[in-house]
């Protein structure tokens, strides 16, 4: 007879031929890269070595720090603009988001409240060197450039915003007349 509560989906139970003891073996899902003598090393082995390094990264992030706002980040308000503070925070892929330097968003209308929030973004650059051959490689860029995307949004309820799969919320500021001021501030503040 096997206990099998509260195991996952793919998790493996052995049974082992003398019937007094029962192992559990929990596959995470992660394949890592293994080398030999005589290998042929291509993009793609380089690429899933890279992928696996940084899921396991992510992994610890996610078990060792609670997604939202990890340092700084704090909001503040001047007529018409906030104002966002250099600091760090986590999504809940477990991506670290650095904004190196504060800066500012321009507040639009009069009489208004707007949620603020972050966001890690990725995307590649760096087209590959002038003598590559592209009539025999497909056109490939040779660097993934990380960076920060902060943006504004209109406060649709008087409910606290909350982060999502690809954001973190960092308060809510209001505009009034020609006066601004933050109203609430992300709970991880």
């Given amino acids: 007879m096997f206990l099998t509560y509260g195991l996952g989906m793919n998790d493996i139970v052995k049974n082992q031929s003398d019937s007094t003891r029962i192992e559990i073996f929990s596959v995470t899902g992660l394949k890592r890269v293994t080398y030999f003598q005589g290998q042929i090393l291509t993009d793609g082995i380089f690429r899933e070595e890279q992928e696996y390094i940084l899921n396991k990264l992510r992994q610890l992030n996610r078990a060792a720090l609670d997604v939202g706002i990890i340092k700084g980040l704090t909001l503040t308000c001047n007529e018409n603009n906030v104002s966002i503070g250099a600091g760090f925070a986590m999504d809940i892929a477990g991506h670290i988001i650095e904004l190196k330097t504060p800066c500012s968003i321009e507040i639009p209308g009069k009489e208004s409240f707007w949620d603020v929030f972050i966001q890690y973004v990725e995307e590649t650059v ?64």
């Fill in 126 to 189: 760096e087209e590959p060197l002038p003598d590559w051959d592209m009539f025999t490689n497909p056109k490939e860029y040779s660097r993934i450039q990380e960076s920060v995307k902060i943006w504004i949004q209109k406060a649709l309820s008087t409910e606290v915003a909350e982060n999502t799969d690809e954001s973190i919320y960092l308060g809510r500021i209001a505009r009034e007349l020609e006066n601004c001021y933050v109203v609430m501030k992300s709970s991880s503040q």
